[in-house]
């Protein structure tokens, strides 16, 4: 989905893609998926005092298909690793996924036989977020480089090259 | 010529999938409807399965403190105390006065956080949606004290065995005197929102009713139970910590229904404030550590300066305190109802078993029963009522 | 309470009762497998003990320790009273080649997720549980996680991530 399909392959456009980039990383919206302690920083992150919709987060869709942003917050247990990858796949083209806290990143505290050590082992994952759980402005400053990261895309990435890592 | 019969009554099922805005959390219920009343909900969980206590079980009774926090992630505090009121249970440990003091003002700090977040977001599902932002508002002060008092925003480790971590900080008395007095008159101000709003009401009484001899049955506890007409509260029946000198009441209710829970948890919050400035008011001198060596760490102070604190706490850190053979149970009244420790030692220094009571697992065994038929949106509505965390049911 | 519960028990129970135990001035008493239902259904609906909160049912694996020798399961019941105050234990040992004791569903409804609770993490089969299945462990583990022979996890952390040679996406 998305602009890439509909543009021939011999165009090459740069202020094109300044204007797409800039109006996808202004209204991302995000997928309400908290699972376990980090989610309560993410709803604090979302909540009053330290205010995301200035950022252009203004809602948390709660339904894969309308969400651009899925922020993986909390640990992600063996009963729960093929829901995730679902989700993840019921997202459409543009998707971004941020993984926040250790215990999403890579395990965590819990190193046993009941969690998925880090969730990049089942989905792509763009930002990692340290912490136990992380601050606030922490998550901010995660969503603040993935800005930057979407600033340098550019629309002759096909979409079957979605989800690979570029550094 | 042909006759169709009518079509004979059929039921849907339904997954209210793990992925939910109101099943807060990981939870996963399978309805079976009939039309919009429910036959039968059958709650499925295990999508949030950590192995807290057989991590627990591996390491040493000081390393296994920190896991503890992550049980029941909006009361941490409370967690930390009831591990270490078990454990100095088992090594027969006696703390100072200053310490009981103060662990009680931060358990009831704790109480009022969790049950403002219990507030936002029960409220947030039945329509009201401002009322997050301003439980959270409210939370964000309390949160600030657990960052002065042990550095970190929610899971502080602020409780150790045998005392505190550090001393309290030197601001603590006034930052508390400001919490309770902002909070005590924002609590009115929520009353006037929700407690006479026609809307609120509808949704909530006589929704999701128990009887007091079916909550009985099913070991129910906290305010699910008082909200019966029950009265068994932990700190009342079996005092810990110094609970025996705080002069409080604990709130019953009568119907049994959502209403009647949301009153409890309201007036919980009052009387905790009230035991929050009775700590403050009376809080002793003295250390904030019990003098045990061998099994308590002496103070940060001590280790720096005089040579056998530091010898101590080598050995202490590296090799733990090896445990009697025996087991203990030790239950404390978290936000939530009934959480219990059962610590069993064996003679080594890791403990052969660990076992979290959870009142939510077993709280929530009792969905069933509160949303048998009743509506499909009031199953939402007592989920909420019930204040579960999905962290502490799946451990 | 403490000692006219114990008379109380032995009289009606002489079998059954094999031992008291007292620690920290908690009293658990061990009784045999086959004893356990009669005594939780006379103690609920007893006049004089009432006792109708059962807190917690839990198990305690001693592999390898010297206790094993009685029983290497310990299933612990946790009673309470509300009249008294009082909380009391009941021990049973099971070996085991026979890891099976009554459930007692029929007596506190909520036994019904604790039983299964326990059956999923060590292998205690509950006699006349209307549904023991699996409740928080993932479908496809097999074997039952918090006994002491089952590992607590199988790999180790490895660092291997560097500048040359980055990690393998997953597609």
Partial sequence: MGLEESIPDSIILTQLDKMVNWARKRSMWPLGFGLACCAIEMISTFASHFDLARYGMEVMRASPRQADLMIVAGRVSVKMAPVVKTLYEQMPNPKWVISMGACASCGGVFNNYALVQGVDRIIPVDIYVPGCPPRPEQLMDGILKLFEKVEKDSLKKKHEEWGRQTV | MTTTKPAEPKTITLNMGPQHPSTHGVLRVKLELDGERVIHAEPIIGYLHTGIEKTMESKLYYKALPATDRIDYLAPMSNNLGYCLAVEKLMDIEVPDKVKWARVCLAELTRVSSHLVWLGTHALDLGAASMLLYAFRERESIVDIYEACGGQRMMTSYIRIGGLSKDLPTDFDKKVRNIIKTIREKIKDYETLLSENPIFINRTKGVAVISADDAINYSLSGPLLRGSGVNYDVRKANPYSGYENFNFVVPLGKNGDAYDRYLIRLEEMRQSLNIAEQAINGMPEGPYRAHVPGVVLPPKEDVLYKMESLIFHFKIITDGFKAPVGSVYQAIESPKGELGFFITGDGTNKPRRVRVRPPSFVNLGSLPKLSEGSLLSDVICAIGSIDIVLGEVDR | ?171
């Fill in chain 3, 1 to 171: 309470m403490k000692d006219e519960l114990t008379s109380f028990l032995n009289e009606r129970f002489a079998g059954g009762i094999l031992a008291v135990e007292e620690f920290r001035s908690q009293i658990s008493y061990r009784i045999k497998p086959e004893a356990l239902f009669l005594i939780c259904e006379t103690l609920q609906k007893d006049g004089q003990f009432a006792v109708k909160y059962l807190a917690d049912i839990t198990c305690v694996d001693w592999l390898g320790h010297e206790r094993e020798k009685e029983g290497r399961f310990e299933v612990v019941y946790n009673l309470y009273s509300y009249r008294y105050k009082y909380r009391f234990f009941l021990n049973v040992r099971l070996n085991p080649d026979r890891p099976k004791v009554a459930s007692l569903t029929p007596i506190w409804k909520g036994a019904n997720w604790l039983e299964r609770e326990v059956f999923d993490l060590f292998g205690i089969i509950f006699e006349g549980h209307p549904n023991l299945t699996k409740i928080v462990t993932p479908d496809e583990l097999e074997g039952h996680p918090l006994r002491k022979d089952f590992p607590l996890t199988w790999e180790q952390p490895h660092f291997s991530w560097n500048k040359d040679d980055p990690p393998e996406v997953i597609k």
